[in-house]
């Protein structure tokens, strides 16, 4: 009954709410890793529009934290901090990390992996287990500021 | 453009954090079901369904009608609209990103074969 209740939970993970997004990249795997796992590589690229990467500090090793701070450049001057635990580290093919974006109080999944396609590397990027501790405990709230804060986030 | 408040959000995503409520929707898609019917594939009492069937209801994923003698449990699939959106505005987020990474990881690939050939 126990191990019933477990595998179900296991195989309806997938039907929760979830993006995947797929990316082809032109260069080798080794590469595009670099590109997510040192700091100064990963300030490079990830913050877009203006805004500005004020720091990465990544621990890439399973159990090791991750923050990013990104200042949005226009409209009142804020910070927003992104932070997460790594969870999966197979280098040059899987990164796995917990992801607390703009509200401390949420909690997803993010899972990068790499594969090698004629002429690169194809990226796989699967965002999902989307849920807040308000609404694990089954409190009705927690959402409105995310969804308020996510939206000053997207379209700064 | 279905309206997407906070409020709606929330009792969505909470009604779909759970695997068996997930399960039940996924059940009720293309057909309408008495609550013994959802209950049954699940080890549970008729009581346990019931309460997810609030959530659920609460959340106005499913709503729930008498037809004779029977009360049938329908989906109302418009109100996953607003988390799909929402979902839609992550996908944004991280396309703009993924665009920005291949352009720096392929800049940097170019340089570094420039050299090479050098």
């Known amino acids: 009954m126990e191990t019933l209740e477990m595998e179900r939970t296991q195989t309806e993970i997938a039907d929760s709410p979830k993006l995947s997004i797929t990316q082809f990249i032109r260069a080798p795997r080794a590469r595009v890793y670099d590109a997510w796992t040192r700091p100064e590589a990963l300030q490079t690229w990830f913050c877009d529009g203006g805004n500005i990467c004020a720091a ?3 621990d890439v090793r ?5 923050t990013f701070l990104i200042q949005i450049a226009s409209g009142a001057k804020r910070t927003v901090t992104i932070r997460g635990v790594y969870r999966t580290v197979v280098p040059n093919a899987l990164l796995q990390f917990s992801w607390q974006g703009c509200t401390p109080d949420e909690t997803s999944l993010v899972t990068v992996s790499l594969k090698d396609v004629a002429g690169g590397t194809e990226l796989t990027l699967t965002h999902e287990q989307f849920a807040t501790e308000a609404s694990r405990d089954g409190h009705n709230k927690g959402w409105t500021a995310i969804v308020a804060n996510l939206d000053k986030f997207l379209s700064n | 453009m279905v309206e997407s408040s906070p409020a709606v959000l929330d009792s ?3 009604a779909l954090s ?6 039940i929707l996924r059940d009720l898609t293309g057909e309408e079901k008495t609550v013994g019917e959802i209950a049954q ?3 549970m009492s ?8 609030q959530v659920l209801e609460d959340a106005a994923l499913i709503q729930r ?10 989906l109302r699939p418009d109100t996953l609209r607003p988390a799909q959106e929402w979902l839609a505005s992550y996908e944004r987020f991280w396309k703009v990103r993924l665009d920005a990474l291949r352009n720096y990881v392929e800049q ?5 074969k420039g050299k090479e050939t050098e």
């Open chain 1, 62 to 66: 399973e159990g090791g934290a991750f």
């Open chain 2, 46 to 53: 008729l009581a346990a369904v019931s309460k997810h069937l």
């Open chain 2, 108 to 112: 940097a690939e170019t340089q570094e």
């Open chain 2, 41 to 43: 594939p699940y080890h």
């Open chain 2, 12 to 14: 969505v995503f909470h």
């Open chain 1, 56 to 58: 990465a500090e990544l």
């Open chain 2, 65 to 74: 009608e008498r037809k004779g003698n029977y009360r049938l449990v329908r």
């Open chain 2, 18 to 23: 759970d695997a068996t409520r997930r399960a």
